[in-house]
């Protein structure tokens, strides 16, 4: 009998008649009360977005199932614990988007310190016949730190020293293959350079790490990136020092409570917002689907699954 699979994503009809073939696929927000109680004792797999959440909770309604596999690299909406608990197998697809978030990093971070999205509207509104829109900091040369050198943070790094900018890191321990300077402290990198660049994993650890100190360290000449998690910065913080102007600028793609996000911050000038959409390329989702779906194939299969992350 094909398995039962339940998707907190939606996708693309064609990728689901392909995987009907093989699976007995159901939407979890097509579903309604009722519909789901049928289904719920014979789920043997469920499918979610590095967005999605799967909590303790509907684990616990999920009493067959047995994977649960993440289209993209974040894997911190999954309650891992209830997973070990019920003997769940956890699967994600690394690497595959590194190139295209450390792409629309280096976006973010031009946009936001040469204030393109405001210069765009600048000429939208007439505002140029008035005269020469202000001059703007300068890129080139600058000095970045980037909080989680890992595949991502390597990859911006790469790509900022293109730029000839001196890199300095700072993360859970120093690597001994790397030769940029190395922090022990976020608010000592942040207080060092021009340019931070949040790639760090969401966890315990890093909740609210870039809080009022650091923000205040990295001062009002810096400029803040984020494409990691909302959670990692102190969101109330980062609007009070966009406001006060104890920061320069700041490059969002991902927010505390997603898709929510404060009125606060669209209001403000200074911070360019984009919607969660640094990995989302068509050759990167294509890719992640693939491996999202061999994840499976893979683990009903009977064979060890590479990417499992518990």
């Known amino acids: 009998m094909k398995p039962d699979l339940l998707f907190l994503i939606n996708l693309p009809e064609a990728i689901l008649k392909n995987l009907s073939e093989h699976y007995n696929c159901h939407l979890h927000s097509a579903l309604d009360k009722q519909q789901f109680l049928a289904i719920a ?15 303790g909770e509907l684990i616990a309604k999920l009493p067959a199932l047995e994977i649960i596999s993440v289209m993209g690299v974040g894997y911190d909406g999954v309650d891992l614990d209830a997973a070990r608990k019920h003997n769940i197998c956890v699967t994600n697809t690394p690497g595959l988007s590194t190139e295209d978030i450390a792409d629309f990093t280096m976006g973010l971070l031009l946009c936001a310190a040469r204030q393109i999205h405001t210069a ?58 790397e030769t940029y300077a190395w922090h022990d402290d976020v608010k000592a990198l942040a207080a060092d350079v021009d340019f931070l ?8 650890e890093t909740q609210g790490m870039i ?29 009070c020092a966009l406001q006060e102007g104890k920061i320069l600028a700041a490059g969002l793609d991902v927010f505390s409570d997603e898709p929510h996000v404060p009125q606060a911050l669209k209001d403000l000038p200074n911070v360019v917002l984009t919607p969660h959409m640094a990995s989302t390329t068509e ?6 689907f693939a491996l999202t779906f061999e994840n499976l194939a893979t683990y009903f299969s009977g064979q060890p699954v590479l990417n499992q992350v518990n």
């Open 197 to 204: 660049v949040i790639c760090a994993s969401a966890g315990p």
């Open 120 to 177: 765009d509207q600048y000429v939208r509104n007439g505002k140029w016949v008035q005269g020469r829109y202000p001059m703007t900091g300068r890129v080139f040369g600058g000095r970045m730190g980037i909080v989680g050198l890992g595949r991502i943070g390597k990859a911006v790094a790469l790509r900022a020293e293109a730029f000839g900018m001196s890199i300095a890191y700072t993360g859970r321990s120093k690597k001994s293959d």
């Open 41 to 55: 004792p014979s789920v043997r797999a469920v499918v979610s977005s590095a967005e999605s959440t799967v909590p």
């Open 211 to 239: 809080n009022d100190e650091v923000l205040t360290a990295l001062g009002p000449r810096g400029v803040l990136v984020n494409i990691a998690r909302g959670s990692i910065v102190d969101e109330q913080a980062l609007i």
């Open 283 to 288: 050759a990167t989702v294509q890719a992640m």
